[in-house]
């Protein structure tokens, strides 16, 4: 547990270019996990286009969010407040 006090006490993580992409930081929690889904689930359903191939017909904007998060699609930062 303490590895993990650690990592989240560490200061603002920036994301950095490298070759074109983006580099986001490691999802530590499942708690994160479920943040990050949420502030983007709101996205798509405030108009957001998926950024995965997926029929956004057949699937609600939660699932999509949360496999483009899975996928490492969706980009962030860690604050040093603690919030995304």
């Known amino acids: 547990m303490e590895e993990s006090q650690t ?19 490691e999802l530590d929690s499942k708690y994160r ?11 798509l359903q405030r108009g957001a286009k998926p950024r995965i191939d997926i029929d956004a017909q057949k699937h609600k904007p939660t699932r999509i969010a ?8 969706v980009p962030f930062q860690i604050r040093l407040d603690g919030k995304v």
């Open 66 to 73: 949360l496999e483009e998060v899975i996928q490492g699609r």
């Open 7 to 25: 990592n989240m006490s560490t200061p603002k993580e920036s994301i950095e270019k490298t070759d074109g992409q983006s580099q986001t930081p």
């Open 33 to 43: 996990l479920i943040i990050v889904a949420a502030k983007r689930s709101k996205q």
